[in-house]
């Protein structure tokens, strides 16, 4: 089964189908050589994925532009206001957050990591070798040395 | 314009020919997404109308929005007091046209049982055009579940070529009162309120001076 053609723009010299049969350049498969295109399968199922990308497009850009056209457009400026539970904003919402956040975050991370490969390695405990033990307890001496660090550096006390 | 013999024989052959006008008012009726909004026990009502016992669903408006961007009606749920009118009138303001007001109770209607308390709004509609009105002292959720079928029906009666929504002049914001030494500023929208005639605001009045 040849599946494989040759994709050009123009008409082609010849077409070979699927089913093997060539289909030689007449006037009529020159006029009609997309058609023989989408006729082969191979060609066809990519067809279709052209078909489901463009209802992929059309289906959310279709309300997008109905609303566009009929949604009366009338802003004010309490209506195009910032915030919407009914009172006015206050103040700027740029706040600024304490520096402390960013090392406790820092420190979360040992932890977040830590428990993502112990458990795969918890659950397999059983059915592993000295060598995995010793190769994840590294890991956990590493881990447990950041700790140590941080903890000497004094990032796990609130200033 | 299709003439109606042909529309109901059309429409025994499963073909149903409609206007424009219908189905965009049917497109509008079938999806009232309201405010999530609750000022009071009103509210506990409006939450067990969209809860499954009652399912608001079944009407196309169970679709609470947290954001009056969204939103295409304002259920004034409960008591509202001069606090939270600003506020009130505020989200109105903010949720795009065509907007609904559906006051919901005793309280957003006249002030209820606290009509006579020195803090409380004498009713929503001094402030918000209101389409719908229920009473009831909390209403049932059968209630709610009504008033929506009868915004629906005026939304079925609404013509796209006069609609306020799509006439540029027609006014979007309503003034939002300010909170005044003794009342509301102004006390009431006098485009959507005007007072009765032999009406006087006893509670509200300026304290005078005894001569």
């Given at each position: 089964?040849?599946?494989?053609?040759?994709?050009?723009?123009?008409?082609?010299?010849?077409?070979?189908?699927?089913?093997g049969n060539l289909v030689r350049n007449s006037t009529l498969s020159q006029r009609y050589w997309f058609a023989i295109l989408i006729m082969d399968s191979y060609s066809t199922q990519y067809f279709f994925v052209v078909v489901f990308l463009g209802a992929a497009v059309a289906f959310p850009l279709a309300p997008l532009i109905l609303?566009?056209?009929?949604?009366?457009?009338?802003?004010?400026?309490?209506?195009?206001?910032?915030?919407?539970?009914?009172?006015?904003?206050?103040?700027?919402?740029?706040?600024?957050?304490?520096?402390?956040?960013?090392?406790?975050?820092?420190?979360?991370?040992?932890?977040?990591?830590?428990?993502?490969?112990?458990?795969?390695?918890?659950?397999?405990?059983?059915?592993?070798?000295?060598?995995?033990?010793?190769?994840?307890?590294?890991?956990?001496?590493?881990?447990?040395e950041g700790l140590v660090y941080a903890w000497a550096k004094g990032a796990l006390e609130w200033k | 314009?299709?003439?109606?013999?042909?529309?109901?024989?059309?429409?025994?052959?499963?073909?149903?020919?409609?206007?424009?006008?219908?189905?965009?008012?049917?497109?509008?009726?079938s999806s009232i997404w309201p405010l999530q909004f609750g000022l009071a026990c009103c509210a506990i009502e409006m939450i067990a109308a969209a809860a499954a016992r009652y399912d608001l669903a079944r009407f196309g408006a169970e679709v609470f929005r947290a954001t009056p961007r969204q939103a295409d009606l304002m259920?004034?749920?409960g008591t509202v007091t001069k606090k939270m009118a600003p506020q009130v009138v505020r989200l109105f303001n903010q949720m795009p046209e065509p907007k609904y007001v559906i006051a919901m109770g005793a309280c957003a209607i006249s002030g209820g049982p606290f009509k006579d308390g020195y803090n409380v709004l004498k009713g929503v509609d001094r402030y918000i055009p209101v389409d719908v009105h229920i009473p009831g002292c909390p209403p049932r959720p059968e209630a709610l579940l009504h008033a929506i079928l009868t915004l629906q029906e005026k939304i079925t009666g609404q013509h796209i070529d006069r609609s306020r929504w799509y006439d540029a002049k027609a006014t979007t914001e309503f003034p939002i009162p300010t909170c005044g030494e003794h009342d509301l500023l102004p006390p009431a929208n006098p485009e959507v309120w005007q007072p009765p005639k032999d009406y006087t605001d006893v509670t509200n009045a300026a304290p005078t001076k005894k001569a």
């Open positions: 089964m040849t599946d494989r053609m040759p994709v050009r723009l123009f008409p082609p010299a010849a077409l070979l189908t699927s089913s609303s566009r056209l009929l949604a009366p457009h009338k802003p004010t400026p309490i209506k195009t206001d910032t915030y919407e539970c009914g009172l006015s904003a206050k103040g700027d919402p740029w706040v600024q957050f304490r520096v402390g956040y960013y090392i406790y975050a820092l420190v979360y991370v040992i932890f977040a990591v830590e428990t993502v490969f112990l458990y795969p390695w918890a659950v397999a405990f059983a059915g592993l070798s000295l060598g995995s033990f010793i190769a994840v307890m590294v890991f956990v001496l590493l881990l447990v | 314009m299709i003439d109606d013999g042909l529309k109901s024989e059309l429409q025994k052959q499963g073909v149903f020919v409609v206007s424009t006008e219908w189905l965009y008012n049917w497109g509008r009726k259920i004034v749920a």
